[in-house]
């Protein structure tokens, strides 16, 4: 079963910071996923990656697969970037679902 | 945005009951998946469709069964609520396994007293 670690569990910084969410995971995977949540409880996806680096708008996911590692980054931070970010991995390509980080709560105080 | 709903979105039911939950999806997607959400841990796969009348279970199963007789509804029945089955409820759903996004509903969230 492949763990999924996050840190910071919570996180508060001033808007206009620039924003670090990092996830590791202990087995090889076929993609990793990054969402938001908001308070209202919705799930959205982010970005969906295997190799290299997305970007989206004043998001960037980065993930180094021999490390096993992902970070999150969020450039100019804005208060409506306050949210729940949770990251995901596919361990097998297959059906059976993502395995899920227990999310870090940013806030970003105006 | 995806044309995932689900219902019912709020619920309050009594220990012993039987409890149904809808997911229902307009993207004529294969695959769909019923999520768990507690506080201290993450998302957890309760049971999982790739297709009609083709499910399995995930790392929470137990306490749950699920159907599919149609491409657009997936079901997650509690046969007999128990208070430990208090959560947030969300399904998913993807066209591809493993590389493709998965696209969540708007949670079902179920009191069990």
């Known amino acids: 079963k492949n763990e999924v670690e996050q840190s910071p569990q919570n996180l508060t910084a001033q808007e206009g910071e620039f924003i670090t969410i990092n996830c590791s995971y202990s087995?090889?995977?076929?993609?990793l996923h990054w969402l938001q949540q908001h308070p209202g409880g919705g799930i959205v996806s982010l970005f969906m990656?295997?190799?290299g680096k997305k970007k989206h708008g004043r998001l960037i996911a980065t993930i180094n697969i021999q490390e096993k590692h992902s970070s999150l980054h969020i450039t100019a931070s804005h208060p409506r970037d306050s949210a729940v970010y949770i990251c995901a991995v596919d361990s097998g390509g297959g059906a059976d679902g993502l395995t899920f980080g227990k999310g870090t709560h940013l806030i970003i105080q105006p | 945005d995806a044309g995932i709903t689900q219902s019912p979105r709020h619920k309050v039911t009594e220990t012993g009951t039987p409890v149904t939950l809808r997911c229902h999806q307009t993207e004529n997607h294969r695959y769909m998946y019923w999520y768990r959400q507690d506080p201290g841990h993450g998302l957890r796969l309760i049971h999982y469709?790739?297709?009609?009348?083709?499910?399995d279970k995930g790392e929470v199963s137990d306490g749950y069964s699920v159907s599919r007789s149609k491409t657009e509804d997936f079901l997650l029945t509690l046969e007999s609520a128990t208070s430990s089955q208090t959560s947030v409820y969300f399904c998913?759903?993807?066209?591809?396994?493993?590389?493709?996004?998965?696209?969540f509903g708007p949670g079902t969230r179920l009191l069990v007293l």
């Open positions: 087995v090889g995977i076929s993609a």
């Open positions: 998913a759903i993807s066209d591809l396994a493993g590389q493709e996004t998965q696209y």
């Open positions: 469709s790739y297709g009609v009348k083709d499910t």
């Open positions: 990656l295997s190799s």
